[in-house]
């Protein structure tokens, strides 16, 4: 029970990597508010903790929009005595249509700055007052990409909006140590996931995919100790959301087997 007593509001919460991030959660003794913009999905993440003998709630919230996640935070830890501890910036994710600055459609890169850095410029505003108001200190924990880290052609948008989430989370944690509040960043590398499955299905000549133009698309970086699961993610959110990281913040920490040193 490393998060008991601890209340969590974990963005894009329905699927993937943030519904495993909540079930964990849950299971380690946290409130959780399944914060999720699809409500069926939202909803049976939620039920589906309860029925386990957990605790959850589900709130609707589009990160992309300031009164969306002001009232999902409010409702949420209103739910759970009115405070927070850990706020899980997941929601996000990148798109076949990204690619270099001079031929990108614009409404891809407005789509990733909004998701992916005003997402979490919005959940952090309202989830770190609530700490604040609180006084208990807590754990923020960002998502970016192993992307931000490296140069990759052909996903721009992308990888500026996760390095920008990279530079806030670095301001971020200066700013609110003083508050006893952690703020950390995760960057995957190409994890196993039903929507990067999907993705392949769909797009399978995509450049991400391509192994055969190396000389102008180059191939995604080796992982040298196989693909990433979505558990391994949720092994590094637990430990961020934990007390045992309390001496951790700032960090940017790469959870991308190897694909970066390669």
């Known amino acids: ?4 007593d601890k209340v969590a509001f ?21 409130a959780v508010v399944v914060a999720e913009l699809d409500a069926a999905r939202g909803r049976d993440v939620a039920e589906t903790i309860v029925a386990a003998g957990g605790q959850a709630r589900y709130v609707h919230c589009d990160v992309t929009d300031e009164a969306s996640v002001e009232q999902a935070v409010a409702e949420g830890t209103e739910a759970f005595g009115g405070h927070l501890d850990i706020l899980y910036n997941n929601a996000g994710g990148s798109t076949p249509h990204d690619d270099m600055v001079t031929v990108v459609d614009m409404a891809e890169f407005w789509r990733c700055i909004k998701l992916e850095l005003l997402g979490t410029f919005l959940s952090s505003r309202f989830g770190i007052r609530q700490m604040q108001k609180a006084g ?7 998502t970016a990409s192993y992307n931000a880290t490296i140069g990759t052609a052909g ?6 909006a996760k390095g920008a989430v990279i530079a806030l989370t670095r301001s971020m944690a200066v700013e609110y140590a003083p508050d006893g509040i952690r703020v950390n960043c995760i960057a995957p590398g190409v994890v196993i996931s039903p929507r990067m499955t999907r993705f392949q299905q769909d797009f399978p000549n995509h450049r991400i995919f391509d192994k055969k133009n190396r ?14 699961e979505i558990e391994d993610l949720t ?23 190897g694909a970066t040193a390669s």
């Open 1 to 4: 029970m490393r998060l008991k």
């Open 10 to 30: 974990i963005t894009g919460a329905g699927a993937g990597i943030g519904a495993a991030a909540a079930l964990r959660f849950a299971r380690e003794g946290a």
């Open 215 to 228: 000389h102008h698309r180059p191939e995604v970086p080796s992982h040298l100790l196989g693909m990433i």
């Open 155 to 160: 996903r721009d948008c992308y990888t500026a």
């Open 136 to 142: 208990r200190g807590g754990s923020v924990i960002n």
């Open 235 to 257: 092994h590094m959110a637990l430990f961020l959301a934990s007390d045992e990281s309390r001496r951790v913040t700032g960090r940017i920490e790469l959870v991308d087997s």
